[in-house]
């Protein structure tokens, strides 16, 4: 059974930095899409950012939002996807969700919250 651990979110200051980590249990890391979603309260959970598996040759992708700011980045022999998050704003404030994809089956971690607040 796929399992997925977040862990980094907290209260952050406007312009702060935080890094989320997700460990993905399960074999072949690889294989796996991975991406961030976030949702903020009444709002639809939506795509932060995204990198795709071996087979797509872990290409990138990033809501217009966070470009510049966000960095998704996945290390294979730790099986861990992060999400680097520089120059925090108010409007980033939402649970944070883990997400890995394989064989057109999904699987969720269960967020972690961030709060970007003075």
């Known amino acids: 059974q796929v399992q997925l651990v977040e862990s980094g979110g907290g209260l952050v200051q406007p312009g702060g930095s935080l890094r989320l980590s997700c460990v993905v249990s399960?074999?072949?890391?690889?294989?796996?899409?991975l991406g961030w979603y976030r949702q903020a309260p009444g709002k639809q959970r939506e795509l932060v950012a995204a990198v795709a598996s071996a087979y797509s040759g872990y290409s990138t992708n990033y809501a217009d939002s966070v470009k510049g700011r966000f960095t998704i980045a996945r290390d294979n022999a730790k099986n861990t996807v992060y999400l680097q998050m520089n120059s925090l704003k108010p409007e980033d404030t939402a649970v944070y969700y883990c997400h890995a994809q394989r064989g057109g089956i999904d699987h969720w971690g269960q967020g972690t919250q961030v709060t970007v607040s003075s």
């Open positions: 399960g074999s072949i890391f690889s294989r796996y899409a």
